[in-house]
């Protein structure tokens, strides 16, 4: 899976809105994320119109999260921004060697292990800088020395 920078601009976006509680225009939420401008607010219009976030017009007007970011996990803002979040192997050519029949299982575990990880980590967890303890030791492992 690559995160594209749709994700992560909307994962920034999100985060910013979740750790200020309020409505924020989007003009301000991307001087603050050092995002382009044009883009996030295309981001925030696709976030909007899948109830992730809600808007209001005006001089007190923004963005705002529609639900507490504890109900908001990050699988349903890859799947609002992008899609399928499971595709990860693709689509390949069907096996002649049976030494290769089971690389597909190994890519839908992959995909059924990535969409229950994003699916386990809500976007408070994010805004807090704490994840899950499941999350938290495989992230602990991933800071490990890659020759061990």
Same mark, same amino acid.
């Given at each position: =899976?690559? !995160?594209? $920078?749709?994700?992560? %601009?909307?994962?920034?976006?999100?985060?910013?809105?979740? #750790?200020f509680d309020?409505?924020?225009?989007?003009?301000? +939420?991307?001087?603050a994320?050092?995002?382009?401008?044009g883009?996030?607010?295309? !981001?925030?219009?696709?976030?909007?119109?899948?109830?992730?976030? *809600?808007?209001?017009?005006?001089?007190?007007?923004? %963005?705002r999260?529609?639900?507490?970011p504890s109900?908001?996990?990050?699988?349903?803002? *890859? #799947? $609002?921004?992008?899609?399928? =979040?499971?595709?990860?192997?693709?689509?390949?050519? @069907? $096996?002649?060697? @049976?030494?290769?029949?089971?690389?597909?299982? *190994?890519? #839908?575990? *992959?995909?059924?292990?990535?969409?229950?990880?994003?699916?386990?980590?809500?976007?408070?967890?994010?805004?807090?800088?704490? +994840?899950?303890s499941?999350?938290?030791?495989?992230?602990? +492992?991933?800071?490990?020395?890659?020759?061990?």
């Amino acid at each position: =899976m690559l !995160i594209t $920078a749709k994700v992560n %601009y909307g994962m920034r976006a999100l985060v910013h809105l979740a #750790r200020f509680d309020g409505a924020a225009k989007s003009e301000d +939420l991307a001087s603050a994320q050092a995002l382009p401008a044009g883009f996030l607010k295309s !981001i925030l219009g696709d976030l909007r119109r899948t109830g992730i976030l *809600v808007s209001q017009r005006g001089t007190d007007g923004g %963005y705002r999260l529609a639900r507490p970011p504890s109900d908001i996990t990050v699988g349903e803002v *890859v #799947r $609002a921004l992008d899609g399928t =979040m499971t595709d990860v192997g693709g689509r390949h050519a @069907e $096996a002649q060697d @049976e030494a290769f029949l089971h690389i597909d299982e *190994v890519w #839908r575990v *992959v995909g059924a292990r990535l969409t229950e990880t994003l699916d386990g980590v809500t976007l408070e967890d994010v805004a807090l800088g704490q +994840l899950p303890s499941w999350a938290a030791r495989h992230a602990d +492992l991933a800071r490990l020395p890659q020759h061990l």
